[in-house]
T-cell receptor, first 114, second 114 residues
Framework: AQSVTQLDSQVPVFEEAPVELRCNYS??????LFWYVQYPNQGLQLLLK??????LVKGINGFEAEFNKSQTSFHLRKPSVHISDTAEYFC????????????FGKGTKLSVKP | DAGVIQSPRHEVTEMGQEVTLRCKPI?????LFWYRQTMMRGLELLIY????????DSGMPEDRFSAKMPNASFSTLKIQPSEPRDSAVYFC????????????FGSGTRLTVV
């Protein structure tokens, strides 16, 4: 069975600083990986996804993530954050060929301070 | 497209009452998912449909929960009778091609059972 671990439940950071949100996964088969963002009182929005190909994936709002198969990680990064990036970020995994089940991590709350 | 539409946005009900949550997926999406989000358990998949047919309902907590999708543009999640521990945010999401293509989430229904 798959599982996702987001190592930090909360990450405080100052505006314009870089940030990395960590995600590790566990699966016995090949996987697809996703990052979603949830702003307060809203649903989740897809930030980026890794299906195949280049291990460095670029998403919306200047975010990027790198798939590292040997370390089973998919960390999310942004070189310079804005106040508007304050939100909760979820890493998710699905097994290749699986149609239905996207397994989510518990989320990381990013708080950007001025 | 208006996106995935859920109603109501908020629901407060008394223990023992029946609750019905509604979802309209994006037109043309052939997968529909119901998730529950709580602080303790994070995001949990309850059930998903493909072409209006329930595929996996193993996440439905117990017989008090039921879900239907009578046509491609409408789904309901019903709780009868409701209990305080059902209090959560319930999300509906839809997708074309299943989990591997990413989901579009609705804004959620915040359910409070008192």
């Amino acid at each position: 069975a798959q599982s996702v671990t987001q190592l930090d439940s909360q990450v405080p950071v100052f505006e314009e600083a870089p940030v990395e949100l960590r995600c590790n996964y566990s699966s016995s088969v090949s996987v697809y990986l996703f990052w979603y963002v949830q702003y307060p009182n809203q649903g989740l929005q897809l930030l980026l996804k890794y299906l195949s190909g280049s291990t460095l994936v670029k998403g919306i709002n200047g975010f990027e993530a790198e798939f590292n198969k040997s370390q089973t990680s998919f960390h999310l990064r942004k070189p310079s954050v804005h106040i508007s990036d304050t939100a909760e970020y979820f890493c998710a995994v699905s097994e290749v060929g699986s149609q239905g089940n996207l397994i989510f991590g518990k989320g990381t709350k990013l708080s950007v301070k001025p | 497209d208006a996106g995935v539409i859920q109603s109501p946005r908020h629901e407060v009900t008394e223990m023992g009452q029946e609750v019905t949550l509604r979802c309209k997926p994006i037109s043309g999406h052939d997968y529909l998912f119901w998730y529950r989000q709580t602080m303790m358990r994070g995001l949990e998949l309850l059930i998903y449909f493909n072409n209006n047919v329930p595929i996996d309902d193993s996440g439905m907590p117990e017989d008090r929960f039921s879900a239907k999708m009578p046509n491609a543009s409408f789904s309901t999640l019903k709780i009868q009778p409701s209990e305080p521990r059902d209090s959560a945010v319930y999300f509906c999401a839809s997708s074309t091609g299943g989990a591997n293509y990413g989901y579009t989430f609705g804004s959620g229904t915040r359910l409070t059972v008192v």
